[in-house]
């Protein structure tokens, strides 16, 4: 696999009046081109955290962040600006409200300097086309359309600069139940037709499913799980995962004891040891004590865990 956008060892904390929010910590993974990397956890996991910082928005405390296998300082963030774009879970606030959405979504060549006038009026026109929308909405403000639309709208303007991987934040949970799958099944031709790598954040293992060739699973910051989809889903090796999983009937699963129970620990005091230890089912002394390192069980399949499941070890 060549790596396109890389975490290297990545830990993002956040200083606060309350102490020390370790949002991400040690997280190492790389997205490969074309590829779907979908990041999931529950709310706090720290997914949008590095999503964010995957996309330049946000810096590391420690560790780096790699493109094509060159570490990005500031001026390197710059000089990619163009391959990376980002869809943002709120359609409603990503687009300003007075700006015409042929101007929405040319801003990143404008602001780029990419093309002519000319050239930059007729990619409006082609990505319109391609996300679903008539050429008329070009002379239309953004408010005057729908959830899904915006988010047609938000997608064309991150495709407008031809990126090598875009970075999409929860990008349908802020829409309605049955404009989802619409917006799912364009993501996912997007995807096929223009051969892009895709981050894909979510807290839905069901789209997740559908959209992904690899999964990682984060909580309170740690990567815990990493697989392609089907050996992720058939051959589940975190409790972690497990218990997310066992709460999604959709995927054809009994629903299993071992579900999730309690709350999520807070950032500001991580628990020791394995930091989903006071929520395993699966939990022994030693988890407690000691933190479990991420390790491949099978090829391309790591988990963070003492006692993987499925004799997975
Ligand atoms: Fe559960 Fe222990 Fe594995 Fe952590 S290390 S997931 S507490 S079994």
Same mark, same amino acid.
């Given at each position: 696999? /060549?790596?396109?956008?890389?975490?290297?060892?990545?830990?993002?904390?956040? *200083? /606060?009046?309350?102490?020390?929010?370790?949002?991400?910590?040690?997280?190492? =993974?790389?997205?490969?081109?074309?590829?779907?990397?979908?990041?999931?956890?529950?709310? #706090?996991?720290?997914?949008?955290?590095?999503?964010?910082? =995957?996309?330049?928005?946000?810096?590391?405390?420690?560790?780096?962040?790699?493109?094509?296998? !060159?570490?990005?300082?500031?001026?390197?963030?710059?000089?990619?600006?163009?391959?990376?774009?980002?869809?943002?879970?709120?359609?409603? #606030?990503?687009?300003?409200?007075?700006? %015409?959405?042929?101007?929405?979504? #040319?801003?990143?060549?404008?602001?780029?300097?990419?093309?002519?006038?000319?050239?930059? !009026? *007729?990619?409006?026109?082609? %990505?319109?086309?391609?996300?679903?929308?008539?050429?008329?909405? &070009?002379? !239309?403000?953004? $408010?005057?359309?729908? #959830?899904?639309?915006?988010?047609?709208?938000?997608?064309?303007?991150?495709?407008?600069?031809?990126?090598?991987?875009?970075? +999409?934040?929860?990008?349908?949970?802020? =829409?309605?139940?049955?404009?989802?799958?619409?917006?799912?099944?364009?993501? *996912?031709?997007? !995807? *096929?037709?223009?051969?892009? &790598?895709?981050?894909?954040?979510?807290?839905?293992?069901?789209?997740? $499913? $559908? %959209?992904?060739?690899?999964? +990682?699973?984060?909580?309170?910051? $740690?990567?815990?799980?990493?697989?392609?989809?089907?050996?992720?889903?058939?051959?589940?090796?975190?409790?972690? /995962?497990?218990?997310?999983?066992? &709460?999604?009937?959709?995927?054809?699963?009994?629903? /299993?004891?071992?579900?999730?129970?309690?709350?999520?620990?807070?950032?500001?005091?991580?628990?020791?040891?394995?930091?989903?230890?006071?929520?395993?089912?699966?939990?022994?002394?030693?988890?407690?004590?000691?933190?479990?390192?991420?390790?491949?069980?099978?090829?391309?399949? &790591?988990?963070?865990?003492?006692?993987? =499941?499925?004799?997975?070890?």
């Amino acid at each position: 696999m /060549t790596a396109l956008l890389e975490a290297i060892d990545v830990s993002v904390h956040f *200083a /606060t009046r309350a102490g020390k929010v370790r949002a991400v910590e040690g997280v190492s =993974l790389a997205v490969a081109a074309g590829e779907v990397l979908a990041l999931v956890g529950e709310s #706090g996991s720290g997914k949008s955290t590095l999503g964010f910082t =995957l996309a330049g928005l946000q810096s590391p405390t420690s560790g780096a962040v790699a493109y094509a296998g !060159r570490g990005l300082d500031r001026a390197g963030w710059r000089s990619v600006r163009r391959d990376i774009q980002i869809v943002f879970q709120d359609p409603f #606030g990503a687009l300003d409200p007075r700006m %015409l959405v042929g101007d929405i979504i #040319g801003e990143p060549l404008r602001v780029q300097q990419i093309g002519t006038a000319a050239e930059r !009026r *007729a990619r409006v026109m082609q %990505l319109l086309d391609q996300v679903g929308l008539p050429a008329e909405s &070009a002379q !239309r403000f953004a $408010h005057e359309f729908s #959830g899904g639309q915006r988010q047609r709208i938000a997608i064309a303007r991150a495709l407008a600069p031809r990126p090598k991987l875009i970075v +999409a934040d929860e990008p349908l949970s802020a =829409l309605d139940v049955s404009v989802q799958s619409q917006i799912l099944n364009l993501l *996912a031709d997007i !995807r *096929a037709a223009e051969g892009l &790598a895709l981050l894909f954040i979510s807290h839905d293992l069901a789209v997740v $499913h $559908h %959209l992904a060739d690899r999964v +990682a699973v984060l909580y309170l910051g $740690h990567l815990v799980e990493l697989a392609s989809r089907d050996e992720l889903f058939e051959r589940t090796a975190h409790p972690y /995962t497990a218990s997310l999983l066992a &709460a999604v009937p959709r995927l054809g699963r009994k629903r /299993t004891r071992g579900g999730l129970s309690g709350e999520m620990p807070s950032p500001l005091a991580p628990p020791s040891g394995c930091v989903f230890h006071p929520r395993c089912p699966k939990a022994q002394d030693l988890c407690a004590e000691s933190a479990p390192l991420l390790r491949e069980v099978t090829s391309g399949h &790591a988990v963070s865990c003492h006692f993987p =499941l499925g004799g997975q070890g």
